[in-house]
């Protein structure tokens, strides 16, 4: 059982027991260079916070959303601490992914939540992002009954520490609830096949089973309709070495196996 998962309960007295976990409608992983684990259940979008200090990297916030893409879950980008000076840089980062069509909102969670919550309303939302970034501020102030800590961060080391250390499901309304879950500094996708992982690029999807060869790497072989798309302007070319350099992973680790 994890995080968000449905469950039916038999009173017995006082006390209630779970007799059965209901089938889920996504099942969201995590790797590291050991094992994978189960982070959340019945998960309908994601929401990576991110933050213009301390500085956060776009490949863990791209990797997240693979990881949703590959379970048909959606994505959203939150960048907190919109008060800070330095905003319009982490925007300008982030364009990698809102010209693909990830959505963004800006907020300061100290100062105002209320411009996320449209984008809650009807789903189950995991939260999700590097220490630091502001995730417990958030749910401070979302949840305010929920009494979390909230860590004050080392500016000098550029990181931030970890406050929260387990995943828990906040109800927003009787249609919306949010999962907050411990900040990260890793995320592989060694659960991700090759074929899994191309489709998690949303932007490759239409060219996807159209290269010349139909076990194409997208790396150098002639009539790849992948890299076509980059040299036509239509994908980014720093999203096509993210996928190379994932796939290379992923082959190292099933080398290891
Ligand atoms: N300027 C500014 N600072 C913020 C904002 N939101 C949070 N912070 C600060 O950012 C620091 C980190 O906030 P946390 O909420 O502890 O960060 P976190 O992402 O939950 O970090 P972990 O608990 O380590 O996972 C704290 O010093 C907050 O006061 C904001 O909107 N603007
Ligand atoms: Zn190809």
Redesign the pocket.
Known sequence: MVCGDRVTVRRDGKAGVIEAVLPRTSLLYRSDAFKTKAIAANVTQLAV?VAARPSFSLELVQRCILAAEEQGISSLLVL?????PETPAAHARLALLTRIGYPLVAL????DVSPLRPALHGHTTLLI?Q????????VNTLFPDAGMA????SEALDS?????THTRLHRLDAESAVIDS??LQEFALQHLDAGALAHAFVEFRPYLGQCRFRDCRHESEPGCRIREAVQAGEIDSSRLQLFQALRRLQQAAAQRL
Do not use: C, I, W
């Not at 909230?150 to 961060?153: D, K, L, M, Q, S």
């Not at 931030?160 to 929260?164: F, K, L, N, S």
């Open positions: 916070v907190n601490k919109a008060d800070l300061s969670a100290l100062a992002g220490s630091g970034m502001g995730k417990s501020t958030l909230t860590a004050e961060y931030g520490r970890h406050t929260t411990p900040g």
